[in-house]
């Protein structure tokens, strides 16, 4: 079965240090990675996404992340955060298994930004 | 391309009452999906279609439950009978073939 997991449920960071939010999946194939991003009150607008190939991922803001096979990973990264960071973070993974594309979210990590 | 649009954003009902949700995808996605989100949770699948076809519907998603894509455009999603476990946002996102869901903004529901 389909699982996302973020261990971390909320994580603080100063503005101008770096970030890294864990994500662990399991999926029975070759999975489809993504990271979004919803401020409050608001949809998920895509960060970053990974199909397959290098398996370092560029994406906007200035976030990454990379796609650990051996681990189930899937770990998100941005080198200075900004204030304007702060919200909640959700990683996804999805793609074809059975016939059908269906998503399956993680529970989210919420990031504040101390000035 | 104007975006996954929802309608309407917010929506407060009694319960025991019946509410329908409206989403329109981005014109040329052949994917569409419905998922909730109560809060501090992540989004909960509920449904997906491709074109006019409800392929897969969640086994944790009750007959009160009904949802449509009749001509492989807008969808619809209806709740009868509303329940206060009902409350939640319901957001509509939509794809083509195997690119990323891009989201509306939800709709939010508040049953009294």
């Known amino acids: 079965a389909q699982s996302v997991t973020q261990p971390d449920i909320h994580i603080t960071v100063s503005e101008g240090a770096s970030l890294e939010l864990r994500c662990n999946y399991s999926?029975?194939?070759?999975?489809?990675l993504f990271w979004y991003v919803q401020s409050p009150g608001q949809g998920l607008q895509l960060l970053l996404k990974y199909f397959s190939g290098d398996t370092l991922v560029q994406g906007i803001k200035g976030f990454e992340a990379e796609f650990k096979r051996s681990q189930s990973s899937f770990n998100l990264r941005k080198p200075s955060v900004h204030w304007s960071d702060a919200a909640e973070y959700f990683c996804?993974?999805?793609?074809?298994?059975?016939?059908?594309?269906?998503?399956?979210f993680g529970t989210g990590t919420r990031l504040k930004v101390l000035a | 391309d104007t975006g996954v649009s929802q309608d309407p954003r917010h929506k407060i009902t009694k319960r025991g009452q019946n509410v329908t949700f409206r989403c329109d995808p981005i014109s040329e996605h052949n994917r569409l999906y419905w998922y909730r989100q109560t809060l501090g949770q992540g989004p909960e699948f509920l449904t997906y279609f491709q074109n006019e076809a409800q392929l897969e519907k969640s086994r944790l998603l009750s007959d009160r439950f009904s949802a449509e894509r009749p001509k492989g455009s807008f969808s619809t999603l209806e709740i009868q009978r509303t329940e206060q476990g009902d409350s939640a946002m319901y957001l509509c996102?939509?794809?083509?073939?195997?690119?990323?869901?891009?989201f509306g903004n939800g709709t939010r529901l508040t049953v009294t």
């Open positions: 999926y029975g194939a070759t999975p489809y």
């Open positions: 996102a939509s794809s083509y073939s195997n690119s990323p869901l891009h």
């Open positions: 996804a993974v999805g793609g074809a298994t059975s016939g059908t594309y269906k998503y399956i």
